[in-house]
């Protein structure tokens, strides 16, 4: 069954079509990659799903819900979290407090003075111990190497127990030992329930992680298949090898 399904949206920008007419599902339970050369329009793909922007055109629908145009909180409330290919995390801020915040955003007033909730403190650690940065709680983001920050907002999109994850290139800038611990959590919470989007450039981590693989090029859908079909697809050669 698709948990979410995006059917004939376009979107454009001053006359340049970023999205055109794109089609695809994501089944419930499912890891579905989203790949494409640079420009196939995926991440503008990810924020019309997301709220950032609104599709010119078309039909976004989640567990049968239609959230085309929804506010960004409104769709994360419905059960939708999204990470980004730049980290997004308040730097001056604590890794906790940072994990705190992301369950109600824009009220870093109720940090001031310390003031967390026991069991939000609780659920935090719980989520920075699972992807093995917990000792890092009491330090500023600021402080984190980047691919440690690519762990804090992993954590941090799970606070708010998300149905569907869209990640926005999570091996982007990681290194090898970090990557494998982040391809090991994603492969764990999807064996726990969660369905997880990825658009991502790392064709190793592509084929080792999907089950399902949609991929775009100058803004369209031109194929979703399993890793297998994808790989021997002439299409998906053409359109990788038409944009070197």
């Not at 089944?27 to 924020?47: C, H, Q, R, V």
């Not at 609104?54 to 419905?78: C, E, W, Y």
């Not at 999907?210 to 194929?223: D, N």
Request: glycine content about 10%.
């Amino acid at each position: 069954m698709a948990l979410l399904e995006v059917r004939d949206v376009v979107k454009s920008y001053g006359g340049i079509i970023a999205v055109n007419h794109a089609s695809f599902d994501v089944e419930e339970g499912s890891i579905t990659a989203l790949i494409g050369p640079n420009g196939a329009g995926k991440t503008t793909a990810f924020d019309t799903i997301c709220g950032v922007v609104v599709p010119d055109s078309g039909r976004i629908t989640f567990d049968g819900q239609d959230i085309t145009g929804l506010m960004s909180h409104v769709i994360n409330k419905a059960g939708i979290g999204r990470t980004f290919q730049i980290t997004r995390e308040l730097g001056d801020m604590t890794v906790l407090e940072n994990m705190v915040i992301s369950k109600v955003p824009n009220s870093p007033k109720a940090l001031i003075g310390g003031r967390i909730k026991p069991d939000e403190r609780e659920k935090a650690m719980d989520l920075l111990r699972f992807v093995g940065i917990d000792r890092l709680a009491h330090q500023p983001a600021k402080r984190l190497s980047y691919g440690q920050r690519k762990l804090l907002e992993f954590a941090s999109v799970l606070m708010t127990d998300p149905r569907l994850v869209l990640l926005d290139e999570p091996a982007g800038g990681v290194n090898p030992a970090l990557l494998d611990r982040i391809m090991d959590r994603i492969e764990e919470i999807n064996r726990q329930g969660t369905t997880f989007l990825i658009v991502e450039h790392n064709m190793d981590v592509v084929m080792r992680l999907s089950h399902s693989i949609i991929v775009m090029a100058h803004g369209q859908v031109i194929l979703q298949g399993t890793p297998a079909e994808v790989r021997e697809d002439q299409r998906v050669l053409d359109a990788y090898l038409g944009d070197v």
